[in-house]
């Protein structure tokens, strides 16, 4: 698998993530670019793409949401870095929550060992309700 990452930057960021695989390349790509626009322009929600697709890509529960963690890692890195750049973002805002951020990140990553895929399943669905119902609430 390659990875290629380009931005461009004029009034609006556009984050293209090429994967290129043997018979998906074109696919990956038309992908990649929807997660990286709804990651940057939602501040969110890339990684609740990115785990379906990579199941109907073929790959297993576990495996989807870890992988789901490297694509968004770099997506999420470069519209940070550009909201903050631009001024958009206030880096002082957003210092409170990285520590204990940081903690649950290796926390999650520890648990995903040891829970099934069919509860990792469910609890990926149900937040995903949840967070659709707090979206229009």
Do not use: E
């Not at 380009?6 to 993530?17: A, G, M, P, R």
């Not at 890195?77 to 958009?88: D, E, N, Q, V």
């Amino acid at each position: 698998m390659f990875s290629l990452f380009f931005i461009f930057n004029k009034n609006l960021t556009i984050l293209i993530s090429v994967i290129i695989t043997k018979k998906k390349g074109f696919i990956s790509f038309l992908l990649g670019a929807l997660i990286g626009a709804v990651n940057g322009l939602l501040g969110a929600g890339g990684g609740m793409l990115t785990v379906p697709i990579l199941k109907k890509m073929g790959m297993p529960q576990k495996a989807a949401h870890k992988n789901a963690v490297a694509v968004i890692l770099p997506i999420t890195a470069i519209s940070a870095t550009l909201y903050l750049f631009s001024g958009r973002v206030r880096l002082l805002d957003a210092v409170p929550f990285i520590p204990l951020g940081l903690v649950g990140a290796a926390l999650g990553t520890f648990i995903i060992k040891k829970i099934s895929p069919t509860l990792l399943k469910k609890i990926f669905a149900l937040f995903m309700i949840w967070a659709g119902v707090r979206a229009f609430l």
